[in-house]
């Protein structure tokens, strides 16, 4: 928002990419595929963070599924070899993305500033 705010107060053009530019998945595609990566990323989250706000049950395999097509994508820019992304039943396995379980909230980790005054040495 900075960046955006400085260049329309000085007139000059506004910035081009924000923070999802410096993702790991595009910093690894090349200078032209950036945009693109950058926009593929974009839709993916997008569809990844509905899904986990508006699901009954939590599934992290969407999440898996949607990074494996992010990488794909990634791939097929490159012109590397494509493959077909995930779906979990087709029986590719995805081995090198695998989803850490949750972890409960613990409440008796929390920190609370105590309601003691120090008390003045007089």
């Known amino acids: ?7 329309l107060k000085t007139k000059h053009d506004t910035p081009k990419y924000g923070l999802l530019f410096h993702a790991s998945v ?3 595609s090349a200078p032209k595929n950036k945009g693109k990566m950058s ?25 898996l599924e949607y ?13 590397a070899a494509t493959h077909k992304a995930s779906k979990g039943s087709n029986g590719q396995n995805l081995s090198k993305l695998e989803a850490a379980t949750p972890k409960s909230y613990n409440s008796a980790t ?10 003045k040495k007089e």
């Open 26 to 28: 595009v910093g690894q």
């Open 67 to 79: 990074r494996a097509k992010v990488d794909q994508r990634l791939r097929q820019l490159e012109g």
């Open 39 to 63: 926009r593929v990323l974009a839709a993916k989250t997008s569809l990844v963070a509905r899904i986990d706000a508006l699901a009954d049950v939590p599934d992290l395999n969407i999440g």
């Open 1 to 7: 928002e900075k960046a955006l705010f400085r260049a």
């Open 110 to 119: 929390d920190s609370t500033l105590g309601s003691e005054k120090k008390e």
